[in-house]
């Protein structure tokens, strides 16, 4: 292929004109390994200043009100709390729902799950939307990725645009709960970002870790400082053992000369829960405690700062990319961030959550300034709260604020009605994954299927 052909393709891919296609998205890909697409970041207005690297480290289970960042006083977290220091930290971040597919699937493509179809456990993403890995090895970058989690891995289609993808440490079942993989996430991390060394390409790599996922184990030196018989307790314990292995991996970007060059990304997937409404771990609801997650931006010549004010996570792509300076491509559903990281007043945007993990558990939530609503739909209930003065759902106010519930469902519908509607333009082929006995009866080990008369039971 021609250099004007490569650049004209790498330009439709990226740039903001026209639908991303998939066709587009692997040719970009096969270019870019090739070396015709030298479309290094440059052309966003940031010139020399822009950094060559971008490090994305998910958490799976994380919730923001367990980080020192947050306020939380029990020590979990000092290696975040110190990225969070140097980097700019957004108080009110939220994930689209409260399990891991559907929210990794929005993280890396800027669209929500009614757009995306990832949803349930037997979809995957779909091969005609574009991620987050295949914009920028289509420019250039060298990407990798090491994940722990099933629902990161090939088989849900999250490998989508990694020239290298690592998943040996995923596992199904019982073993994803006992295995240990902190320390190996951060060594193969920095080994890959070692091998990058004299390397001119810059490059994109995302870690995922999986130790605060329950079932929590016991971490010697660690779990005893923060108590080993309630759940909670043990869930702090995961928290500062991986954070731990953050801390070295951190330390490694730093002793490997990679920090001044390269936008260092924290968040997670969505929290869990310890009964404040009546349930345990998650996927199960879009109450705050499972929706919340931490997120920190660190990015070379970016000021440290906290941002007050509802996020979703639909907006961390467009973020990353104009941070490398790259343009956003037309069809996403998020908006940048970075004049507000930079000082500028937050745009106030509606944050919506969606749960299809079953039938019945089919949930939606809407967040609008100091209001949420939430629609529990497989029990055809709806709540209204008033998070400035309810930060933790306690009190319903639908009954008091009919007109107000009203309004926001309405507007809910409608933002879902236009995902759904997006997606309809673009048809999908099916993505029915046919579990097997074996990998259904592990999710289930995972906590991801239940009963449907049990969890009526615990919603009571």
Partial sequence: MRRAEAEQISGRHCGSGGGLRRRAGRACALLGLLGLVVALPGGCGRGESAPRNLLLITVDTLRSDHLGAWGYG?????????LAAGGVVFEDAY??????????ATLMTSLYTSSHGAWDFKSKLPESVTTLAEILTGRGYRSGAVVTHVFAGRKYG?????????????????????QITSPRVTAKGLEWIRRRAGEEQPWFLWLHYFDPHGEYMEHPGISAAFGREEKRDL?????????????SLLRGLE??????????VLTADHGEEFAEHGRTRHGKTLYEEVIRVPLIVRAPGLAPGRVQGAVPSVDLLPTLLELMDLPAPAGIEGASLVAAMEGAPLEARPVLGELRAMAFKDADSYRRGRWKVIREGWRQRDHLYDLETDPAEQVDLAAEHPDRLERMLREMDALRGAARGAASASPKPEQDLNLTPDELEGLRQLGYLEEEDKVEEQGK
Avoid: N
């Fill in 74 to 82: 029990r020590g979990t977290s000092p290696a975040i709390d110190a």
């Fill in 95 to 104: 994930s689209h729902t409260s399990w891991t597919l559907p929210s990794l």
């Fill in 158 to 178: 999250m490998h989508q645009g990694f020239v290298e993808f690592d998943e040996d440490l995923v596992v199904d079942g019982i073993r994803a709960h006992v």
């Fill in 235 to 247: 869930y702090d314990g995961e928290i500062a053992f991986t954070d731990r292995a953050i801390g």
């Fill in 255 to 264: 002793e490997l000369g990679r920090a001044g060059d390269t936008v260092v």
